[in-house]
């Protein structure tokens, strides 16, 4: 019986690092051929620029570029061994987004992805024109149909590469990650093979790219639409699948390793600590800096930190004032110790007194209000900032995506950073990951877990004095941010008038702050960025 051993190859592109991408291409295929006897191997979209380019795409200079990785990949290459990759490519005065097919040193065929995709975080139709045409190649007997992406989610293009005479649909893809979204990719694939009744291959990205990450699982099911082979989430791999020809002549997927599913918790908890990692190792910090206060956001940020980089690239500091709690002291402290960080205190009593100093004057006749609140968190903020400059390690801002939303941070103060690594994370999924995060090895104390959320900007204060419960905000904030259902439609889902229109009203005034907040990696259906864009000035009011 014929074979055909087709090895998915899930790798972290750099984003525009065209020359590095190219050789790990050359060692990936090499690899591949030693290590499981590839005959095909597949990488994900847009491999050798990086996914997603973005305005790299219209540099003059990226068509040469492109050209010449793809004559030393023609050049150095193993052989025997076809390789499907993903790239941008110039032709007949547009751009496309292409996979070519290259074996034995020749470029045997491009395809031209059909379905772009112009929704959430992606605006394809930006840069590139509409293919057109399918491209089905053979190898050792087997048809190959060649899609990108956004193609199989859709029928048209999968039925064109059936009718052309694909045997097996290979599908390279640069598909990032949000809550559900492994689920959803998979139910898709196991439809659309059982609708064209072939098998299909779908090969993913992994690691993160500024407020994207992407979750890798590459897999392979059969025309049944059963799995057949899934690659780990979260890691960088090789992933090979055997085809074997039956009697009637269809190539059937063999059974291999299937990834073990995770639960909801594990895989945000690794979708952040992914983002974080890459975000910092791509852009060349030492590591980083964040202020650790004894409340929960920061006590989660600390432990994706630690895994992200390793205790020894994390420092952590406590910046107390009057009004910073004895508990809040130890619980920070005592975190640090079981996560093994540098850790320092910096009291900030000095400061906020040398400011409010200079302000008396300015400040007379007024009454205290949030003002001097603010002025603690920017003293913080200044601190932060002066370590992060001498030491060489970025900021890592702490605040979560319910805080993000309805405005309640500082900007120059919480809000000064360079990474947010919960930034898309509601208040009451902090809880659950951290409660997550415990159930492997003690990294928060539990104290900091059951305490009730509180600032510590003034004397007893809660953050429930002026917000709803989270339990409740966080259920306005989904239906009003993802959902984008109206502030009546939310009333009349069952919650407070009061509440509801209270909720909106800060979401929608604060998109001022929100536009000057530090990148986070985007993790729910529509995070604050690309997906959602709001004027910052307008006279919208809430309601239907």
Known sequence: MQDLTLVMAQLDPLVGDIPGNTERAIETVREAR?????????LPELFLTGYPPEDLLLRPSMETRLRQARARMAEKMARDVMVIVGYPGRRE???????????????????????????????????????????????????????????????GPVQQAREAGADILVTLNASPFHQDKPAERLALLEQRAREVGLPIVYVNQIGGQDELVFDGGSACVDADGELRVQAPHWAVGLMPVQFVRD?????????????????????????????????????GFKGVVLGLSGGIDSALSLAIAVDALGPQRVHAVMMPYHYTADISKEDAAEQARMLGVDYEVLPIESMVEAF?????????GT??????????SRCRGVLLMAISNKKGLMVLSTGNKSEMAVGYATLYGDMVGGYNAIKDVYKTWVYRLARWRNTQDPAIPERVI?????????????????????????????????????????????????????VVRLVDRCEYKRRQAPVGVRVTRRGFGRDRRYPIVNGWQPGE
């Open 93 to 155: 005065g547009a751009n496309w987004n292409l996979a070519g097919v290259l074996y034995n040193g020749e470029w045997l065929g491009e395809y031209a992805k059909q379905a772009l995709p112009n929704y959430e975080v992606f605006d394809e139709q930006r840069y590139f024109a509409v293919g057109e045409t399918p491209l089905v190649i053979e190898h050792k007997g087997a048809k190959l149909g060649v899609l990108i992406c956004e193609d199989v989610w859709e029928e």
């Open 356 to 364: 409010m100093d200079t302000l008396a004057d300015s400040f007379a």
């Open 247 to 283: 009697e009637q002549g269809a190539w059937v997927p063999s059974a291999g390793e299937v990834d073990e599913e995770a639960s909801a918790e594990e895989n945000l908890y690794c979708a952040l600590v992914t983002g974080l990692r890459d975000y910092v190792n791509k852009s």
């Open 367 to 376: 009454e205290r209000d949030t003002t001097e609140e603010n002025l603690q």
């Open 34 to 42: 030693i290590e499981h006897g590839a005959d095909v191997v597949v």
């Open 450 to 502: 059951e305490r009730p959320p509180s600032a510590e900007l003034a004397p007893d204060q809660q953050d429930t004095d002026s917000l709803p419960d989270y339990d409740t905000l966080d259920a306005i904030l989904v239906r009003y941010i993802e959902g984008d259902m109206s502030a009546e439609a939310i009333i009349e889902a069952g919650f407070d008038h009061d509440d509801v229109y209270k």
